[in-house]
């Protein structure tokens, strides 16, 4: 792990200012321009001039106990396993411009991400394990197969007319992404 910082905290500052306060180690970065494609929003930059136009790139790299932060943590972990595509929910977006600075620092390339809608139910609370919504293991232990559970995707996704068990070899050739005309949206409300 020492190598992996110090690599990281060498690489970095070319582009930004460390310094440690307690309680954590950040990383600051004054007067960049940071740019990211998006599968969906196309491409975004984001002017960093301290703070004025946007806020600053000021993140924590390591916590007071000790622990390597986030936003370090899966930039490395993406950079090391080779990671090409990242798929996620849009509540991640602004997490982008920090990783994809921090993996050109580590020297990794950088995944191709696409933020997605965030699956919500009726009353408009977001399906996750925080919120304790529905998960592809309960579904699978419901006896939702694979095939249903793609098919549903596709179907809130605005890519099919009506759920149906669908392969994901099948999707893949035949269901061209910009059929997805769902993922438009910032949620989706799944019945």
Known sequence: MKKIMKRLLTGVLTLATVFT??????VHAADSVYTTTDGKAGTIVKIDNGGSEVSSFEE????ADGQIAYQLAVSYDDGAMGITHVFRGEDLFSSTFYQTAILKELGYPVPTYAH???LMDKEGNRLSKRQHGITIRDMRAAGVTAEEIIGKLLFWAGAIPKPEPLSATYAEKNIPFSDCRNLKQKSIIVR
């Open 21 to 26: 306060a307690l309680p954590v180690t950040q």
């Open 60 to 63: 924590s790299i390591m916590n």
């Open 116 to 118: 997605l809608p965030l």
